[in-house]
């Protein structure tokens, strides 16, 4: 029944912002934890943080100064602000939940891609 949609991504440049966002239906966001997940053009998926329902946050160590995950219960939305925008932040990027993790049943992502 839960069910993930993710979607903000897009070209854009270098050294600009953007905010990723997850919109989780199915659930109750205050009992479950989301997490962002990136896939780099010929790489594997790997971690990029997670939240849990009393909002605590975990970051790989790679995006801690750049990268902010927050939710908003309310609207059941867990987004994924990136700032400073870099190359190497070009990614299908993913969120997800620990038991889809287990179930390896994934989204379609959102693309971001980071060019000038």
């Known amino acids: 029944q839960l069910q993930l949609l993710e979607s903000g991504g897009g070209s854009v440049q270098p050294g600009g912002s953007v905010r990723l966002s997850c919109a989780v239906s199915?659930?109750?966001?205050?009992?479950?934890?989301v997490g962002w997940y990136r896939r780099p053009p010929g790489k594997q998926r790997g971690f990029v943080a997670d939240i849990t329902g009393g909002g605590l946050t975990t970051y790989e160590d790679s995006v801690k100064a750049r990268f902010t995950i927050s939710i908003n219960n309310a609207k059941n939305m867990v987004y994924l602000q990136i700032d400073n925008l870099k190359p190497e932040d070009t990614a299908l990027y993913y969120c997800?939940?620990?038991?889809?993790?287990?179930?390896?049943?994934w989204g379609q992502g959102t693309q971001l891609t980071v060019s000038s």
């Open positions: 199915g659930a109750v966001l205050s009992f479950e934890t």
């Open positions: 997800n939940t620990p038991n889809g993790i287990s179930r390896d049943s």
